[in-house]
């Protein structure tokens, strides 16, 4: 017992299933009841209550206990500040209890007051304390001690010497109860005194009555006297209740103020009447015997039909009333497995096995009918409109009169069949064992079952007439829709290979039932399948149902489901993604959760709108008109947040550590129902983002493992019942802390730190590379890939504008001349030559980046080479520029002179100094050879302005070898590339390049020794 405690104390929590709680039958409740081994801390309920947010509380020895329906929450001195567990009773909180908000607290055996506040949860209220003092603080003047009354019967008698007891009746009107009198105040006046040695004084409805010491009621509405009432009722349906009896047991709440009469194992409730002049007695329960299970305390719920009986010893019992009545055979060995059924009168029902089921009658006045039949033909029963109807096995088919008594036509088929239907035209259809369709007409006695079609769509389970010359097949392979008049079967594209077990047909729509595909709606031939329950349930259904209210009934293999039509129409247009749909089973009526189907009639409904359902053990009778929905429509609740095992506050926003583990969010809301109509989902988001939703656990905990820091959303939604979107919604915001390393100031004191780092590897790395330059050169390239850039956008911009010149000026003379001209040819010749030289400007520049690669001067083509070509065509592309400048280009250079060089690049320098005398020149352009021992030279004079001295030294000076040029270069303060280009092919090539300015312009020279050494390069004396 210490360590069950322990493990109590520890957890807080106890959670049971309902399928754990024990089960007494009775015909008109479901009977539950729990204990210390399914949920209860402890067995002695003293008192009960529904309070705030539609909990149910109980005052037990070990606590108090919050009851939601499906688990208990024990709130003892391990959780809340009191001394003791034991809980003496719940008392009227006096500071706001009124008629109709009646606010409560319990009583604990040390004098603590617990109230009961919003959400499921208590606080301890020290305030209350004053209340039991020798002065009543509510009414001014009154003198000496009293007690708060508490709830009957009394566990134990009431002694003679006790205090006056005080009841509230709330909006600050108290009656206090004397020995021998009851005074009652308004405020803190007091109003009138009744005299009188009462047994039990109590409210009903805020109104005082009492039992005298002799079992008589009387009113104490007077204020003067007592007034005798009487009781009326149902219990006097009782043949041993006489007015004359005293030996029944009041029962009486003081929270709820409602009083219960309990008299021979029958349980009654008290209403008074408008005058209050007698007492009417309603029967709540009866077969149930309070004193073998020593009930001390009840609450009965009017609304939902539950009982709730508390017992000093054995715990508690939760009483549901049955929505739903079963018809069945009560002796042992009987059959009450039953499928197709017809109507029979005004609210009776033949089964196809012949047996006949009054509405009025039980089961002792049961009778069984002759069978007509064998067993195999229980499946299928058609009534004609005269309410004769057909039956029949294998292949004989018997047509019945309305009552079953009498056979009054047989048929014998050649076929096999088992499926019957009869339609609105007076046509029998016969489904035949094995993929074959028969029909008859029922009215031409004349007429004989005759085959239709031959297919091979299986063993029909269902038909159904629609509009127009079709009738639809459900069987085993699927959906098709017949043509009568052409005699054409079609296959319903979706519904291929599907076991269909029903068919509705209602406005032109078909509701589909199927075995393991669930729900389906077809509509001018497009099928859609329906959403399913959580559980899957329905993915196995049998039949459909509508009740005058738009409600579908479902029976499947584990229950009955109700679902608004609404909702699916609703779906189907995408107005919702979500159907509700409301799960009953046995604890509503049932002897069994197995319904039957692939039967024909599948239900019946009779004129008094009584839904007949065929299941495993009998049938299930209701009235849907007079079921009322319990709904999981209150309020979802926050009740605990852990993190790390340890309880925290609950706010509008939390805020917890970054190195948590794990952060546990409790929820509960009261339904008493099913659990499987409870949906509740979550979404735990960073915030602002779009909510992902998971289904809560059947704890209905939410489990937040450890994630990033920042401000995160827990979004939760309960589904609230029938209707488009109809949602609870609860919000947390959680906080999460961020880590030393996440907070601003290190991410700021890393920033810095990386751009350090990033600076000092970046010193580092670029004087490896400056070291290692001689092998892979990058910094050259890195160098060489800038002035790129520059010279594509100089040196081509520069043409490509010359051509918009030129084209300009053609368009002006096009203008002014209708034809053609020389001068139109010649800018055209002019244009193209300059196209020409912008492209061979860029072949040069890519050919300079290639000899940029450590490889391709590894690999120079060094060779003889004619220079008079290269001058020629170089002469040629510049044509263009010259012309327009007036500037004249004179090559000198003999026919076969030549030089040893790399031919594509000694191009590139020549067409590099032409273009730049071009550009400079002010009439001619020389261009001519020398020889002189063993070096060969180019000469390039112009009638420029000179060269500027710094870039003459530039260009005039040496250096040991292109390594060395690439380590020590330095540009003069020169925009061009082209001298740079010239340059730096120079040095690779080995050309002694020198520069004289004269009075006429410059001179420049490219000098050529006239061998070659062992490398490959020529070598010049520096």
Known sequence: ??????????????????????????????????????????????????????????????????????????????????????????????????????????LGERGEIIKIVAGGHVVVDSSVFKFNTENTPFIKGFKGKTDIIQSF??????????????????????????????????????????????????????HPYARQQNGMFVNLGSGTFAENIHLEGDIFNDALFSDKRSDYKLFWNNISQKAYLYFNRRFYLLIRSKNNSLLRTSLILEDFDFDEFNISTSYYDEDLGYLFLGSYTNGLYVLRRKNFRTKRFEGKGRDNVFYAQKPVSYNAVLSSQGFLFDKNSNSRDIFNLPAFVEDDSRYYLAMNRDSTFWIGNSLSLNKMDKTGKEKLLTHKLAEKFKALYADNHDTLWIGGIRDVLLSYNTIDPKSVPTVLFRG??????????????????????????????????????????????????????????????????LKEDKITKLPLDKNRFLATSHCIVED???????????????????????????????VFYLYYDKRHGFETNEFNGGCQPCAITLADHTVSFPSMNGFVWFNPGKIKPELPDKNIYIDRIE????????????????????????????????????????????????????????DFDIQIP???????????????????????????????????YQTPAFRFLLTLFSIFLFWIILRLRTSYLIKKER????????????????????????????????????????????????????MSEETVNTINYARSHTSNLLNYIKSQNSSSRDNLKIDEVLVYKIIEHSSQILSGTANYREIQIINLVSHDFKVKSDAQLLSVIVQNLLD??????????????????????????????????????????????????????????HKGLGLVIVKDLAILLNIRLSVENTNSGSVIRLMFADKINDSGIQAIPR
């Open 916 to 973: 730049n005398a071009v550009k400079l020149s002010l009439s001619t352009i020389t261009i001519s050879s020398v020889a002189e021992g063993d070096f060969r030279g180019i000469v390039i004079s112009d009638t420029a302005t000179g060269m500027p001295d710094e870039i003459s030294k530039w260009l005039n000076s040496t250096y040991r070898s292109y390594d060395d040029w690439l380590r020590n270069y330095e540009y003069p303060n």
């Open 548 to 578: 005058k209210n738009g409600f579908f009934w479902i029976t499947t293999n584990k229950g009955l489901f109700q679902v608004s039509k609404t909702d699916l129409l609703s779906f189907l247009d995408k107005k919702q993604q979500f």
């Open 1 to 106: 017992m210490f360590v069950k405690r322990f493990i109590l104390l520890f957890f807080c929590l106890v959670q049971i299933p309902e399928m754990y709680a024990q089960e007494i039958k009775n015909p008109d409740f479901f009977v539950m009841h729990y204990t210390d081994e399914n949920g209860l801390p402890q067995n002695s309920i003293k008192a009960i209550v529904k309070g705030r947010g539609d909990f149910v509380w109980l005052g037990t020895e070990d606590g108090l206990v919050r009851f939601d329906g499906q688990k208990f929450y024990t709130f003892n001195k391990s959780i809340i500040p009191i001394l003791s567990n034991r809980m003496d009773r719940f008392i009227p909180f006096i500071k706001t209890y009124n008629v109709k908000n009646k606010e409560f607290a319990a």
């Open 153 to 206: 019967p009394y566990r134990f008698p009431v002694p003679a010497n006790r205090n006056p007891f005080l009841i509230p009746a709330g909006n600050n009107t108290y009656y206090v109860w004397f020995l021998d009198k009851v005074e009652f105040f308004i405020k803190n006046k007091k109003q009138s005194t009744v005299s009188g040695n009462f047994k039990e004084v109590f409210l009903i409805d805020s």
């Open 643 to 698: 993190l790390e095992g340890n309880l925290i506050n609950e706010k509008t926003e939390i805020e917890i550590p970054d190195d948590f583990r794990q952060l546990k969010i409790s929820l509960v809301t009261p339904y008493f129902n099913n659990r499987n109509n409870l949906r509740i989902e979550y979404s735990f988001q960073n915030e602002g983002r779009k909510p992902v939703w998971l289904p809560v656990s059947n």
């Open 775 to 826: 092998e892979k050169n990058l910094f050259k390239q890195y160098h060489i890939s800038q002035q790129i850039v520059a010279a594509i956008n100089h040196d081509i911009q520069t043409p490509l504008h010359y051509i918009s010149n030129s084209f300009t000026q053609i368009q002006n003379r096009l203008k002014k001349n209708n034809s053609s001209d020389d001068f139109i040819s010649r």
């Open 456 to 521: 091979s769509f299986g063993e029909i389970s269902c038909m159904q007439r629609l509009s127009g010359p079709y009738l639809l097949l459900g069987t085993t392979k699927g959906l098709f829709k017949f043509s009568i008049r052409s005699k054409y079967l079609e296959s319903i594209k979706g519904m291929e290979q599907a076991n269909i077990r029903s068919l509705y047909y209602s406005n032109g729509e078909t509701w589909v039932t199927t075995y393991g595909d669930g729900l389906f709606h």
């Open 706 to 740: 450890n994630t990033s820091s920042g401000r995160h959303d827990l979004l939760i939604r309960k589904y609230n019942g029938f209707g488009i979107n109809k949602f609870s919604v609860k919000t947390l915001k959680i906080y999460i802390r961020p880590a030393w």
